[in-house]
Each structure stands twice: as C-alpha cells, then as structure tokens.
C-alpha cells in the first residue's frame, strides 16, 4: 500500500511568525524599538502606541502582536485586531497575514472565512509565502471559499518557488495523483526531490514508489530503496514495508533476511497486516532464518485480528495439523470459515473435506 497524505503547516506558521517579527523590529529599529535584553514591554509598549497612532505601520503591527501576547499591556484580541487591521489597510504584508490567520482561526474574535481569503490574498500578493500557502490550502479545500484547483496550484507554486516546504509537498502530490490540475509525473519528481533532500518522510516515500514502479519515470530500484531507506529511518510505516520486501527479495538492494525482519517488524508493531502475514510466513516457512512456529502463530493471529484471510487459513491449517501449536479442530474449523467467508478458496476448500 502507498499511502499519499497531504499534511498542515503549522510548524512553519510558528517559524515563520518568530521570523516576521524580527524582520519588523529590524525595519522599525530606529523608532518603535524593543528592549530585548532588559525585557522593559512596559517601556516599548508606550513608544510602540505613540508611533501606531501617528499612522506607522510598522508600529501598528509591532503593538497588535503586543496586545496579542500581553506584552506590556494586558492581552487583548479585539485591539490586537485593530492595529493588525491599521497596518495591514496600509500595505504591511505582515500584518495582513497574521490578520487573515485570527480571521482563519477565530482567534479571540468569531471566525470569518472570507476576511481570512480577503487578507491572506493581499499578503500573497506581496510575495508573502506563508500567505501564499495557507490561501493555496483554502482553495484547495474549498475552506470557507469555493473550490478552486487551479487557484490552489498557483498559490502553492508560488510559495514553492520561495523555498516553502508544504507547498512544495503538496504541489508534488497534485501532479503526482492529477488532483484537479493535469498529471505531471516529471513535475512530481522535480518537486517531490525538492522536500525529499529536506527529510520529509511522506515525499521520501512517494519518490521511492515512482522510481520503484517506474511511474512517469525510467524505472530505478536502487534509487527506489534509497529514499525508501530515507523514509523509513523517519518512521513512515509504508516505506519500512517496501523496504522490507525489497529486502526479502533483493530487488535494488542485497537480498538480507535479517534486516526484512528488522524492517517488517517495524511496521508490524504498528499495525500493518501486510507486515504482519508476511513476517508470520518468514517465521513458518524458515525463508533463511530458523523456523519459529511460535512466533508465525504469533503474527499469523494479530493479521487475522484484522481478518486478513490468508492468515486466517495458515492458522486453520496449523490448528488443524497441530503444526508447532496445540492441535485444536474447533479453533482450526472456526478460522477457515472465517476466510472462506471472505471468499478464500483455499480455505472453502479444506472446510469441504
């Protein structure tokens, strides 16, 4: 199974949020200042608000991120709205995107969709890629706005082209899968390398499928279990699987036995039925490592948990035949019903005997 997941931004809202406030106390140096060192809010609060009520909007923006945090003042969001709205009516790119995130989130103040597409539209069309992002995601979800995929594209293009790293991901996967815009397998590859080489697991995964199944893409599985290696080392479940089984078949790696197992169990341990059979099969056939009855019960029973059939048959034949694990008749028939009733003919067969 390959899985496609889009993904939220929110660690890159906080980054780029600790960045935009040091670029306005950077641009506002010589007037709204901030005494980082001695913390003195009191002190800048009081400068802050005698140059925002003079119309500058570098001070409107610094005094509505201080209501917002309580900084100097006690907190409030309705005032953190109004200088947010002063600066952002005169252009501040900043502000308008941090406007439009209260509006998106209804932060303090009810939330409102279209003031948050209104605001976040002016901020990307600054260049402000955060802005570009979040109104590529409203777009694409048709959050509050119509649908529009063709809008999401371009928005997420745009923020991709400054280096953003969900948009890049979520750009990939709409060429990749055609979602609402043209398949473009070698635009997916391009952007899928892009947040790839950055460690995002889901792009490591989806790249190592291309070049595993030769998607779009001259087929390559070395590469594949490369960036499969990649995802897999940062827990994504469905590249530990591919992973194993390019193991267990030595397909663009050496063939190795022992790190199938290390891999299938993995992702066994969390759930995965495929990993569980297969792991199951290893330990009862002895597939180059020493037969362990127990253990091929063991994985045979927690894939059959989740009605996968043909380890419900594997542990009708065992409990039937006593293979490594008390015979048991009653037990043994109950599993073959259960996989013939998922329509296993194996398994409708042995009950006819």
Avoid at 157 to 178: C, I, N, R, V
Avoid at 331 to 351: T, V
Wanted: glycine fraction near 8%; charged fraction near 25%.
């Amino acid at each position: 199974m390959f899985a496609l997941t889009y993904i939220g931004n929110t660690m890159e809202k906080l980054v780029s949020f600790g960045l935009s406030i040091l670029r306005s106390f950077s641009n506002y140096a010589d007037q709204c200042k901030t005494d980082d060192e001695q913390k003195n809010y009191e002190k800048d609060f009081v400068k802050c608000k005698q140059e925002a009520e003079q119309g500058h909007s570098n001070a409107q923006y610094n005094l509505a991120r201080m209501y917002y945090y309580g900084e100097g003042i006690e907190q409030d969001k309705q005032k953190t709205v109004y200088w947010y709205t002063k600066a952002a009516e005169q252009g501040h790119s900043i502000a308008q995107y941090y406007l439009a995130l209260v509006y998106d989130e209804g932060d303090g103040i009810p939330r409102d969709k279209q003031k948050a597409a209104f605001w976040y539209e002016k901020s990307a069309e600054q260049g402000y890629s955060s802005a570009q992002y979040d109104l590529a995601s409203m777009y694409h979800a048709g959050d509050g706005i119509p649908q529009d995929e063709q809008k999401a594209a371009y928005w997420y293009t745009k923020a991709a082209e400054q280096g953003y790293f969900s948009a890049q991901y979520h750009l990939a996967l709409m060429y990749d899968l055609g979602d609402g815009i043209e398949q473009d397998k070698q635009k997916a590859l391009y952007w899928y390398i892009k947040v790839a080489e950055r460690g995002h697991s889901r792009a490591q995964n989806n790249l190592a499928r291309m070049y595993d199944q030769g998607e779009g893409i001259e087929q390559d599985k070395e590469k594949a279990a490369y960036w499969y290696t990649k995802a897999a080392e940062r827990g994504h479940s469905d590249a530990q699987y591919n992973l194993a089984i390019m193991y267990s078949k030595g397909e663009g790696i050496k063939k190795d036995n022992q790190k199938a197992i290390y891999w299938y169990t993995k992702v066994a341990e969390q759930g995965h039925c495929g990993a569980q059979y297969n792991l199951g099969s290893i330990y009862n056939n002895g597939d180059g490592i020493e037969k362990n009855k127990q253990k091929a019960i063991y994985w045979y029973t927690k894939a059959a948990e989740q009605n996968d059939p043909e380890a419900q048959y594997k542990l009708g034949i065992m409990y039937d035949k006593g293979d490594g694990v008390l015979q048991d008749k009653s037990l043994a028939k109950n599993y073959l019903k259960q996989s013939c009733n998922q329509g296993y003919k194996l398994a409708c067969d042995e009950l006819k005997k």
